[in-house]
């Protein structure tokens, strides 16, 4: 019986056919993350040791109070008198990103078309208004810092969701490119299904939303990115020249290579946070389609208006009566 003899150089071939079979990662499709915190464990997602984690045992918890569905959902509680930069963040990586954990599924992949969906409940009478707090980011970094344009130097690109108030009412979300130290923000506002500036949908405390975004990169050079935002399947938002990026020039710009890498629990208020109070996420999905949901609120469409009473009558009787 013939034995095969291993080389040094055979054994390294195989090494590297192994490698990249354990590496290797087919391109996912649809949703490929959903976490709705039914182990319980509050850090098993969301666990990023570079931007936040939701291990953070002072502010985030999986509980069983406040939940959409199943027997979980993830809070985080922000006491009275918290200052703006204590509010802690939780970052889920995704795809394409050089820091971690990176989720498995679609690990190396480039997201440049991503839905995200989640729902969150404000906790009663918490303070929407207050210095236009966040819900999450959506970004993208790519190796290098960017430290000569505001925020986040860390990100090279990156989209802000708001909760939809009284304040801030029609701007739900807001794109920086990364592109200039001044003017690269483009604000997101509410424009369709009959929401508007004079119509603005208002987030409610103590009730659950599904929020689900499409961010869709631009192309190199085009102002052809896509945001759209549904609330509870409502259509609220619709922008179809969204520029997220634009090219790295040696100073400002990005590495267009890179698509949406990450996800980020960003409920940052500019004031802290006022009051006791929290914010509650449940059924996180991210998406290469649309995901939708079967349920839809009613527009806030004002009642027809009613004719007015008669005034300064004269009643004429006609004879025999």
Same mark, same amino acid.
């Given at each position: *019986?013939?034995?095969?003899?291993?080389?040094?150089?055979?054994?390294?071939?195989?090494?590297?056919?192994?490698?990249?079979?354990?590496?290797?990662?087919?391109?996912?499709?649809?949703?490929?993350?959903? =976490? $709705?915190?039914?182990? $319980?464990?509050? /850090?098993?997602?969301?666990?990023?040791?570079?931007?936040?984690?939701?291990?953070?045992?002072?502010?985030?918890?999986?509980?069983?109070?406040?939940?959409?569905? /199943?027997?979980?959902?993830?809070?985080?509680?922000?006491?009275? $008198?918290?200052?703006?930069?204590?509010?802690?963040?939780?970052?889920?990586?995704? $795809? !394409?990103?050089?820091?971690?954990? @990176?989720?498995?599924?679609?690990?190396?992949?480039?997201?440049?078309?991503?839905?995200?969906?989640?729902?969150?409940?404000?906790?009663?009478?918490?303070?929407? &208004?207050?210095?236009?707090?966040?819900?999450?980011?959506?970004?993208?970094?790519?190796?290098?810092?960017?430290?000569?344009?505001?925020?986040?130097?860390? @990100?090279?690109?990156?989209? *802000?969701?708001?909760?939809?108030?009284?304040?801030?009412?029609?701007?739900?979300? =807001?794109?920086?490119?990364?592109?200039?130290?001044?003017?690269?923000?483009?604000?997101?506002?509410?424009?369709?299904?009959?929401?508007?500036?004079? &119509?603005?949908?208002?987030?409610?405390?103590?009730?659950?939303?599904?929020?689900?975004?499409?961010?869709?990169?631009? !192309?190199?050079?085009?102002?052809?990115?896509?945001?759209? *935002?549904?609330?509870?399947? @409502?259509?609220?938002? =619709?922008?179809?020249? @969204?520029?997220?990026?634009?090219?790295?020039?040696?100073?400002?710009?990005?590495?267009?290579?890179?698509?949406?890498?990450?996800?980020?629990?960003?409920?940052?208020?500019? &004031?802290?946070?006022?009051?006791?109070?929290?914010?509650?996420?449940? !059924?996180?999905?991210?998406?290469?389609?649309?995901?939708?949901?079967?349920?839809?609120?009613?527009?806030?469409?004002?009642?027809?208006?009613?004719?007015?009473?008669?005034?300064?009558?004269?009643?004429?009787?006609?004879?025999?009566?």
């Amino acid at each position: *019986m013939r034995q095969s003899v291993l080389t040094p150089l055979s054994i390294l071939a195989l090494a590297g056919v192994l490698a990249a079979t354990v590496d290797a990662q087919s391109p996912v499709s649809g949703v490929f993350f959903n =976490e $709705g915190w039914e182990s $319980g464990a509050t /850090g098993a997602t969301f666990n990023s040791r570079n931007y936040g984690t939701s291990a953070a045992p002072s502010q985030f918890r999986a509980q069983t109070a406040v939940r959409a569905s /199943g027997n979980y959902a993830f809070e985080h509680f922000m006491s009275g $008198g918290l200052a703006a930069n204590q509010v802690l963040y939780a970052t889920q990586h995704i $795809g !394409d990103a050089i820091n971690g954990p @990176v989720y498995p599924a679609g690990q190396g992949q480039h997201f440049f078309d991503l839905y995200v969906q989640f729902k969150v409940y404000y906790s009663q009478n918490f303070d929407v &208004n207050n210095s236009r707090p966040k819900s999450l980011i959506i970004g993208t970094e790519d190796g290098q810092r960017h430290d000569s344009t505001c925020c986040n130097p860390w @990100v090279s690109h990156y989209l *802000m969701l708001f909760p939809p108030g009284p304040t801030y009412g029609i701007t739900v979300g =807001e794109a920086n490119a990364k592109q200039a130290t001044s003017g690269q923000f483009v604000n997101l506002i509410q424009n369709r299904s009959g929401y508007s500036a004079s &119509n603005p949908l208002v987030t409610q405390t103590a009730r659950w939303y599904t929020i689900e975004a499409r961010r869709r990169l631009n !192309d190199p050079g085009q102002r052809n990115g896509i945001f759209q *935002m549904w609330v509870d399947g @409502v259509l609220i938002a =619709e922008h179809t020249t @969204v520029q997220y990026r634009v090219a790295f020039d040696g100073t400002f710009g990005s590495n267009m290579n890179y698509g949406t890498n990450f996800v980020m629990i960003s409920d940052y208020m500019a &004031n802290g946070s006022t009051q006791n109070q929290s914010i509650f996420y449940d !059924d996180i999905k991210f998406s290469t389609t649309p995901i939708g949901t079967g349920s839809t609120v009613p527009l806030p469409t004002p009642s027809p208006a009613l004719p007015s009473a008669p005034r300064n009558l004269r009643i004429l009787v006609p004879p025999g009566f």
